[in-house]
């Protein structure tokens, strides 16, 4: 029995489309044949969510979406069905969560975290929604916008400061002009203070020198200074304190009345034959001042008298 073309080419058109079909859910993660565990999440919107979109596990893919069903009785709430391998479990705490990727896909993304007594195939896994990525873009450049507005308006005093202070600012560049122009006189001169510092150093060490420094020249002068005070203050001293004795005992013979100091201080007639005697002096002289002839003769040519 011969079969149709027609036939042949139906059966091997079926073929196709089931091995495609089957081809193109594998690549994109699906296996029919490994046993799976239906569960569900509810949600107020998915965001272009689909049926076969991946289901999610630190980044792997461990199931997809099965089915969507609108809530008509419940606000138009979307429940969404979705398989997961056999061997995930989820719990009480587990969480479905709807997110997006950089290119606008959605996925769930599953959170077991702890997962004390697993639920059953088929329970309801509780469902969120992770901000979008404009919206995390958005809640993490607020605060940048407005550190950058703040920013700006301190720009805005900073320049308007500059507008009220021109003057100064103009004070400080003829400063600052001023003291560049004094650094590249002190540059040209580097020379002569650098020969300065040279000499200063000499002159530093030659005072440093224990030999012939500074303080060679202070231990001299303590020297000669301690010669002086042991040698010539001692002789002073011992002459004042001969002197000093000296006066004493002689104080002491005139308060005694004895020797003629006391006499010339103490007895009167020794005074007043003196001043007779000055008194006749005075007269002589003024008699031989009158009449020198007389005393001449008598005085220079007696002797010439005695001959004849």
Known sequence: MK??????????AITSIVIFYFGFNYLKGIDFFDPKNEYYAVYDQV???????????SGLSVGRVSRIEILQEQENKLKVYFEVREDIT???????????D????????????NVVEPIAEGSEVKGDVEPALTEQIQQQAYPVLKT???????????????DRNESKIQNIMLHV??????????SEKQAKIGAMIDDFKKISAALAD??????????KTNGIADSVNSLELAKVVNRLDSTLITINSTVASMQDGEGTVDKLLNDDSLYLNLNQTLV??????????????????FSLFGSKDKKK
């Open 148 to 162: 950058l507005d703040s920013v700006g308006q301190h720009l805005n005093g900073i320049l308007a400061n500059i």
């Open 177 to 186: 002009e001023t003291t560049t122009r004094n650094l590249a006189e002190i």
């Open 280 to 297: 006749d002096l005075d007269a002589l002289l003024i008699d031989m001042k009158d009449q020198p002839k007389k005393y001449v003769h």
């Open 102 to 113: 950089i290119l606008g896909s959605q996925t769930i993304v599953l959170k077991r975290n």
């Open 47 to 57: 965001n272009g969510l689909t049926v076969s979109n991946p289901v999610l596990l």
């Open 210 to 219: 224990e030999r012939t420094g500074l303080k060679a020249l202070l231990n």
């Open 3 to 12: 079969i149709a073309k027609e036939i042949k080419v139906a059966v091997l």
């Open 90 to 100: 989820l719990g009480d705490e587990s969480v479905a969560m709807l997110a997006t």
